[in-house]
């Protein structure tokens, strides 16, 4: 479009703040100003000042609305809320559970906090149970006690019951482990993949990554078992034990998990197993582990004590 007179002469065009085109300013146009060339010359001076107070007044405008924007701006991404934590929890076998990983887990020395010697007479709030649906919990006569209500296994992708507190960076924990028939308390467990210990547990993998050292019963015999599992995928060992108790003990430094056992009343560690797993993160679930493989379970478990501890070296594990 042509905007230059039949007379001649030519157009100055001034937008509110600024010249030639209409400014769209959040939503709201603001068109030009249009005034030949000759009003101009006679307005000289007069006009001139108007002009520069009109820019004047449109700049500081607009750096105060600048400015105000940014005083209440949020930056792309940023998460405004203070949101709660996920619960846990879902089906038992191949589940894909939702679990919490805290940033600000225990570490080093403050390590000794998470202990706990179940003197009182519920669970402490500071221990989470992941498949609750799964598992009996109770703590009596100063043991944490665990009994089987439904088919579990903590193989490859299927999850079962774990007791656990969330721990951050190189740790020990360890406790007197007593896995028994729920029917027949003094007895071992009579039926095949009945077990109980200590796991260490990545809660944010979309696949299951876990090592754990367990006693109870495989399918072969009484056994303390170490596994291993890979991105859903699980390996392990089951040497015969003389008894369904035991004093287990998982330790980690670094990217190395080492696995200890040892007669429950005390005496030399031996070693289980130790794991390299440098896809493991800082931050685990680490507890209170037990599964029966079987419609009718018929297991309990107890913990008379669960200890953590900081560590510096491998060496330290078995001290």
Not at 37 to 48: E, P, Y
Not at 98 to 117: E, I, Q, R, V
């Amino acid at each position: 479009m042509d905007d230059t007179p039949s007379g001649g002469g030519h157009f100055l065009e001034l937008g509110a703040c600024g010249p030639g085109r209409p400014v769209e300013r959040r939503g709201v146009a603001r068109y030009a100003l249009t005034m030949p060339s000759f009003l101009l010359r006679r307005v000289g001076l007069v006009w001139v000042a108007t002009v520069a107070a009109l820019m004047g007044a449109c700049s500081s405008s607009d750096d105060a609305s600048v400015a105000g924007q940014d005083a209440g701006a949020t930056p792309d991404g940023a998460n405004t809320s203070d949101g709660g934590p996920s619960a846990e929890g879902g089906a038992g076998s191949d589940a894909g559970a939702t679990n919490d990983a805290a940033t600000d887990a225990p570490s080093g020395p403050g390590l000794a906090a998470l202990s706990d010697d179940f003197g009182g007479a519920t669970l402490s709030p500071g221990w989470s149970v992941l498949h609750p649906e799964l598992v009996g919990v109770s703590v009596q006569g100063g043991a944490l006690r665990l009994e089987a209500t439904a088919d579990s296994l903590w193989f490859n992708a299927s999850q079962g019951p774990l007791v656990h507190k969330t721990v951050s960076g190189d740790f020990m924990i360890t406790s007197r482990v007593r896995a028994r028939s729920a029917a027949t308390p003094a007895q071992p467990p009579a039926q095949t993949i009945h077990l109980g210990g200590l796991m260490a547990r990545d809660p944010a993998s979309a696949s299951e990554n876990f090592v754990f050292i367990v006693v109870g019963r495989d399918e072969n015999d009484i056994s303390v078992e170490t596994k291993n599992t890979v991105a859903s995928v699980s390996t392990y060992t089951g040497p015969t034990w003389p008894s369904g108790d035991a004093e287990l003990r998982l330790c980690r430094v670094g990217s190395s998990f080492r696995m200890l056992k040892r007669d429950i009343a005390g005496g030399a560690w031996t070693d289980a197993a130790t794991f390299d797993r440098p896809d493991m993160p800082a931050t685990l679930q680490v507890g209170a582990v037990m599964y029966a493989h079987t419609q009718a379970p018929d297991l309990a478990v107890s913990f008379d004590e669960v200890t953590f501890a900081p560590v510096t070296s491998l060496g330290d594990c078995s001290s």
